[in-house]
């Protein structure tokens, strides 16, 4: 084992000492489960966009929203690290964490940024399983979530939602390839501003479920250092 990990291993365990010796930070906990929540009411205002008609200037309006509200808790957490004595785990993994769960938020706002732009109203199909897709997501991003704080108890539950994002991870990646081939050959020939915008689309929801499965794989690695 060489130095650097050896003292890794060592800062860990000097931590988990004093954690034990000393209360929490249990506030960290309520604004990573409010936060996750926002991405849920993200998720279906993003379904309900892709969904089109009417109702897409007001989706789109909602989910700005929602970022605006992620962003606010996402502040509160930096603030409490910089303020906290100790905290329920290592400070780096904390931002880290929030980092990641703002950035899949953002990734919504995106994409409705880029419906607004190029005045999108009507969506593929395979675009509106992606949202389901995103949404199904976000539900197992508040569970894992909420399992942090007892994270020794649920490490089977967690590992178990972290393979499942994954898995829709890949689903996620065939429905684009999918989409992405169904607009070609529907625009082949003609309208090539069509193609372009619905492929820009197809990139941005690809790209939220891709910031899920950073989640997912960063709420693992804490796992995996904790317990």
Do not use: W
Request: net charge negative; proline share 1%; with cysteine.
């Amino acid at each position: 084992m060489g130095i650097a990990s050896s003292g890794r291993e060592t800062g860990v365990k000097v931590q988990r000492f004093f954690q034990a010796l000393m209360p929490r930070e249990e506030k960290f906990f309520a604004l990573f489960n409010a936060h996750a929540r926002t991405l849920v009411e993200g998720a279906v205002a993003l379904r309900d966009l892709l969904e089109g008609g009417p109702g897409v200037s007001e989706a789109c309006r909602r989910i700005v929203v929602h970022e605006n509200q992620a962003d606010a808790i996402a502040r509160d957490v930096l603030i409490g690290v910089r303020r906290s004595f100790i905290t329920p785990f290592d400070r780096g993994d904390i931002k880290d964490l929030i980092g990641q769960l703002d950035d899949a938020i953002d990734q919504m706002q995106k994409t409705a940024k880029a419906i607004t732009l190029f005045e999108v109203s009507s969506f593929e199909l395979q675009m509106r399983q992606m949202a389901d897709i995103i949404l199904r997501c976000a539900e197992l991003t508040v569970e894992a979530v909420g399992l942090l704080g007892s994270m020794r108890d649920n490490q089977a539950r967690i590992n178990a939602i972290a393979e499942e994002i994954t898995r829709l991870e890949e689903q996620a990646d065939e429905l684009n390839d999918q989409g992405i081939k169904a607009l070609y050959l529907k625009h082949k020939g003609g309208d090539a501003m069509a193609f372009i915008v619905g492929n820009e689309i197809y990139d941005h929801l690809e790209k939220v479920v891709d910031r899920f499965e950073d989640v997912a794989n960063r709420i693992s690695g804490i796992v995996i250092e904790q317990v």
